[in-house]
């Protein structure tokens, strides 16, 4: 499986962006697709995952509400839609996939196989 994200960039605070991950290589529908960032000198954090389409959509806490994430089978593409960015959203942001993740270990950077090359997210104030 081979990932390219997309859509990164420069906002103000309270922008908005939408981050795209195309995959390649197998049927994304059937993987677990999530979406991490990681912050200068911080460890990788998880942010979004969805393990197949039509399934439940998991977010951590801090973009509840904020953040949307969603699929378009048809195009092998996940999306992250960003919404009422602020400064602790910038990160370098990564799609992963993997083939089967139990749902406890659905939010640790470990359990994914397969990563994209990362956007940058950068919020101003």
């Known amino acids: 499986v081979q990932l390219q994200a997309s859509g990164g960039g420069l906002v103000q605070a309270g922008g908005s962006l939408r981050l795209s991950c195309a995959s390649s290589?197998?049927?994304?529908?059937?993987?677990?697709m999530a979406w991490f960032r990681q912050a200068p000198g911080k460890e990788r954090e998880f942010v979004a995952a969805?393990?197949?389409?039509?399934?439940?959509?998991y977010y951590t806490d801090s973009v509840k509400g904020r953040f949307t994430f969603s699929r378009d089978n048809t195009k092998n593409t996940v999306f992250l839609q960003m919404n009422r960015l602020n400064p602790e959203d910038t990160a370098v942001y990564y799609c992963?996939?993997?083939?089967?993740?139990?749902?406890?270990?659905?939010?640790?950077?470990?359990?994914?196989?397969?990563w994209g090359q990362g956007t940058q997210v950068t919020v101003s104030s």
């Open positions: 992963a996939a993997d083939s089967g993740i139990i749902l406890s270990a659905l939010r640790q950077a470990s359990s994914y196989d397969y």
């Open positions: 290589g197998r049927d994304s529908s059937r993987l677990t």
């Open positions: 969805n393990r197949r389409s039509g399934d439940m959509i």
